[in-house]
Nanobody, 120 residues
Framework: QLQASGGGLVQAGGSLRLSCAAS????????IGWFRQAPGKERKFVAS????????RYADSVKGRFTISRDNAKNTVYLQMNTLKPEDTAVYYC???????????????WGQGTLVTVSS
């Protein structure tokens, strides 16, 4: 299971850190991805990390502002979001895949979403 948390309301320019805690199974040979879905829009890739190697991948829209990382001891993946913009407002989901991909359809395991609202 994946449990996402850390969302909230923040002003533009602010920061939030999302957490994705894994439990019930090992995801050591998986990639963990963050996706987001704004109201009325499709779910989009944000960032991903390969659990063992730490190799990361980012959407162009968040490069330089967001950082994905993992804590093996805590079985948790983080998404540090800085310089937030109103267009970052969305429900953020974490998911696990056996490949490091930006394709949401390749992620069979999903956590519940956590809402991030960025006010202007």
């Amino acid at each position: 299971q994946l449990q996402a948390s850390g969302g909230g309301l923040v002003q533009a320019g602010g920061s939030l850190r999302l957490s994705c805690a894994a439990s019930g199974r090992t995801f050591s040979n998986y990639g963990i991805g963050w996706f987001r879905q704004a109201p009325g829009k499709e779910r989009k890739f944000v960032a991903s990390i390969w659990w063992t190697s730490g190799i990361t991948r980012y959407a162009d829209s968040v490069k330089g502002r967001f950082t994905i990382s993992r804590d093996n001891a805590k079985n948790t993946v983080y998404l540090q979001m800085n310089t937030l913009k109103p267009e970052d407002t969305a429900v953020y989901y974490c998911a696990a895949s056996s490949t490091l991909t930006s394709n949401a359809g390749s992620y069979p395991f999903w956590g519940q979403g956590t809402l991030v609202t960025v006010s202007s």
